[in-house]
């Protein structure tokens, strides 16, 4: 039977944002967010279900209906931090990033293990998917605001973009919430 181990880390919900429909993933900050099983209700990345993308085509053709485990994208505000430094900026707003949920307190952010929970002071509980390698569509928006920053995104990021998420139980979350952490007890995959 799998087994939740609560840590002792706990992460302080320091930004939220939610990405409108269209091309752009550029996402508009948020007081709170209401999660549902779907995700953000209207939110670009809202649905049970989503089509298979380019990261998918080892598995399946682009375009297949599969399970949403991409409705929230999370990121570390020390990771974000350490990766606008290296692009030669003081600071990098999350919205060019496409950020759900930016949180502050948990170390090695990007690279918790999947599976693992973020519950906050309601019950409101997400799934870690997996690391989101960082991609050019950030770097896009960076460049249109700041000309001659984009293109360095994506190495800069390498390691530090954060996770994907879906919601695992509805709730609300709030800037300021606290999220504590559950990893899966398990030991590390050794073949």
Partial sequence: MPVL???EFTAEVVWLGQVPTGA???AEAAA???LGFAGVAGERHEGENRASCVRMTNIY???TEIRNVRQLSVLSQEEMQETAVEM???TLNPSYLGVSILLKGIPDFTHVP???RLQGPDGVTITIDMENRPCVIPGREVEADLPGHGAAFKPAAQGRRGVTAWVERPGVLSLGDSLTLFVPDQRAWAP
């Fill in 5 to 7: 181990r609560k840590t």
């Fill in 24 to 26: 752009s993933i550029r």
């Fill in 32 to 34: 709170s967010l209401s």
């Fill in 61 to 63: 053709p682009k375009g």
């Fill in 88 to 90: 030669g900026l003081d």
């Fill in 114 to 116: 999947p599976s693992s």
